[in-house]
């Protein structure tokens, strides 16, 4: 029977670029077993946009057009590794909720509870990420 | 997979004894009632020095009056002194130079909380503590903090003159191990440090009127770290005005689980042991004296407990505290092996040129020389002549100055052995070092190893010179079989151990004692498996290595013949191995 990971959360906010906006990109992407690996994030990514990422470290990737690239790319790994969904949480709501929460448990139920969540109907049938790095 | 992870299913319920004491002999002396301080300093049996940290907020709110004994009792610093002493035992102060992740609001008193640190992406810095609480860091660029944290250590340098209080003082620059180095919590990028920078860009602007309006990345890198130095400085010279009489100096301390990866981990309850002891390593290469307040205390009790406190308990600590006498006062002790002294780009070079992470050296070094090694990183290297010249020491040529010439030069001319990456070095120091072997006589070997090298010997010591440049085109292999030739050329008489993927291996060494004298030294190989996984692994003993003892065992199988080793270690086994070393 394949495991129901938990959602993965997203923190996105704007690119900058010599204090410039261009575009938007992920702050912080992480699942229960921390950030996620740079490879995967680089290999869906190049998949999507089609060339390499100007921004790529742990956990960390981009740019993207807008919040609409940020979703697909987002789900696009979720379904890879068969989480139960993505929760997409703006930069400035992150802060927020951080500074409104004194338990860490506190801060992970609120970020998946008031992001914008999108569910993965396919999480529990398993894939290829699962399989390989679970 | 490398991780164990686990998960904790409830809320752990903290006991009063590890709130108190919540690791590598720290007493948190504000958590709990002045009255117990007797019978709680009386149970650390076999603790000769007792770690304090100092709790600022616990003695000010506002930072303007400060509570030394005069209300609260747990202020009484003069008071818990007098009851280590009584059981022989030394007390040491931490004075935090840098957010405290262990303290609610980074351990400022709470009207100088004001404005929340950020990273440079603009999230909200905080970290997770033992009891899953959460403590938001806030700056200390803000010139209210600096101005009070003067105050602070006036009032405290006062009261321990007034009470003859002699007890040492450090400063404890806080942080946590990252893939770039030792990570301080005092980075941020907060408004206030974005004001105070623009300022301190102004300042450089009126000294230098040709500097531009707009600056390049470089120059905006460079003089970033350089702001943050000045402001490091205003509170490591409170520190030393303050407290002139007890002043040591800076520690670096490296609170394990207060990465960023660890954050996101423990805030879905996850922790990872093996990222920790990983990090435990890292940070004795750094100097660091690493630190598990902020860990659950049930992840203490197996393999992470052991190395904490098999490394730093009974070894680290004192190596940092009693550096200065070490060898002589604890003649049987251990301190880290270390073969090596790398010392990293300085921090105002572009983070574009390559530092030896990009040559290849770090990988190298981890995989056959696991952590014999110091990482100096952006540290400036001065000369000493105490220090152990056996050991061989990475330069970089584009950090060179003046000063830091003179000092490679007495090094190589005392018998020490230099490397250097010539990649980035000024013409003017080609020359002087050319004029140098001339003045000296000394004869130069060239060889072409991928690189062309340098060679010059002068007794026993080494000076050795490539082009850094050359090398960062190489595959990995071909990187591991540079580093190979050229350091087997300096015998370094080390015994390489290869552990299987998981497995963390650290050596140790002491002098011998005088049933010893067959040996020149004694070194201790201690091996943990933090994985979930069972390893089994051999290794095959030199001919001047002699195995003396095997020791704390756990959850181990050990066999040794003549000439080789087998372990296999089951999920959280540990062993040490004392040799006994000849040339």
């Not at chain 2, 400060?66 to 003069?78: G, I, N």
């Not at chain 2, 026993?460 to 490539?466: A, D, K, Q, T």
């Not at chain 2, 552990?499 to 091996?527: F, K």
Request: glycine share 8%; hydrophobic share 35%; with cysteine.
């Amino acid at each position: 029977m394949s495991e129901r990971l938990s959602p993965l959360t997203v923190i996105y906010g704007p690119h900058k670029v010599a204090s410039q906006i261009k575009g938007q990109e992920v702050m912080s992407l992480f699942n229960e077993r921390g950030l996620v690996d740079e490879v995967q994030m680089e290999e869906v990514y190049l998949e999507q946009i089609g060339h390499a990422p100007e921004v790529l470290a742990e956990g960390m990737i981009g740019p993207f057009d807008d919040l609409e690239a940020i979703q697909k790319f987002s789900f696009s790994l979720c379904q890879n590794f068969g989480n139960s969904g993505v929760s997409l949480v703006s930069l400035e709501r992150y802060n927020e909720i951080l500074s409104d929460c004194y338990k860490a448990e506190d801060l992970k139920a609120k970020l998946e509870a008031e992001g914008n969540f999108l569910k993965n109907p396919d999480a529990s049938k398993g894939n290829f990420f699962n399989k390989i790095f679970n | 997979m490398l991780n164990e992870v686990e998960l904790s299913l409830t809320t752990p319920v903290i006991r009063d004894e590890d709130a108190v004491f919540p690791g590598e002999n720290w007493f948190f002396y504000w958590k709990t009632s002045a009255s117990l301080w007797r019978s709680k300093l009386e149970s650390m049996v076999g603790v000769s020095k007792v770690l304090v940290p100092l709790n600022w907020a616990f003695h000010s709110e506002t930072g303007d009056s400060y509570d030394f004994a005069q209300e609260k009792p747990e202020t009484d610093l003069k008071k818990l002194v007098g009851i280590a002493e009584e059981f022989g035992k030394e007390v040491v102060f931490l004075v935090p130079m840098s957010p405290c992740p262990f303290l609610p609001n980074g351990g400022l008193p709470p009207l100088l909380a004001r404005t929340p640190m950020i990273d440079s992406k603009g999230k909200v810095q905080a970290f997770v503590d033992q009891e899953g609480s959460l403590h938001k860091m806030y700056s200390f660029f803000d010139p209210r903090v600096y101005r009070a944290y003067g105050k602070f250590t006036n009032e405290l340098g006062s009261y321990f003159s007034q009470h003859g209080l002699a007890c040492d003082v450090w400063g404890m620059d806080c942080g946590h191990v990252s893939l770039n180095g030792f990570q301080s919590t005092i980075k941020d990028h907060s408004s206030v440090y974005e004001q105070g920078f623009s300022r301190f860009l102004q300042a450089k602007r009126d000294e230098n009127p040709d500097l531009d309006e707009v600056m390049t990345p470089d120059q905006e890198h460079r003089f970033g770290w350089e702001f943050q130095e000045v402001i490091r400085s205003i509170y490591a010279d409170s520190c030393e005005q303050g407290l002139s009489g007890n002043w040591e100096g800076v520690l670096r301390v490296g609170f394990i689980g207060g990465s960023q990866d660890d954050f996101f981990r423990r805030v879905n309850q996850i922790d990872s042991i093996a990222a920790y002891s990983y990090d435990l390593l890292e940070c004795l290469s750094l100097d660091a004296l690493p630190s598990s307040v902020l860990l659950p205390t049930r992840l203490k009790k197996g393999v992470l407990g052991r190395m904490f406190d098999q490394l730093v308990n009974k070894s680290f600590s004192d190596y940092i505290f009693l550096r200065s006498g070490f060898e002589d006062e604890t003649g049987v002790s251990f301190r880290p092996k270390r073969f090596f002294e790398v010392y990293d780009l300085r921090p105002d070079i572009s983070p574009d040129v390559a530092g030896w992470a990009d040559l290849g050296l770090w990988e190298y070094l981890q995989k056959y020389y696991s952590w014999c090694y110091a990482d100096k990183g952006e540290l400036e290297f001065s000369w000493n002549e105490e220090e152990d010249m056996e050991k061989i020491y990475f330069f970089h040529g584009i950090n060179m100055t003046k000063n830091l010439f003179h000092n490679i030069l007495k090094t190589f001319m005392s018998g020490g052995k230099v490397i250097l990456n010539r990649s980035g070095l000024e013409r003017e120091y080609l020359k002087k070092l050319e004029a140098f072997f001339l003045e000296n006589d000394l004869d130069i070997e060239k060889v072409k190893v991928t690189t062309t090298l340098f060679n010059a010997s002068l007794g026993e010591g080494r000076f050795l010179i490539f082009e850094g440049d050359d090398l960062l085109d190489l595959e990995d292999k071909k990187l591991h079989e540079f580093w190979h030739r050229l350091l087997r050329t300096f015998k370094t008489n080390h015994m390489m151990v290869i552990p299987p993927e998981g497995v963390q291996v650290a050596w140790r060494v002491r002098s011998c004692n005088t049933s010893e004298l067959t040996y020149e030294e004694v070194r201790r190989l201690d091996i943990y498996n933090p994985s979930s996984y069972k390893r089994k692994f051999s290794f095959q003993l030199p001919p001047n290595f002699r195995l003396l003892k095997v020791l704390d065992e756990e959850k181990v199988t050990f066999k040794h013949g003549q000439k080789e080793v087998d372990i296999e270690l089951l999920p959280e086994g540990s062993l040490s191995l004392d040799f006994g070393v000849f040339s």
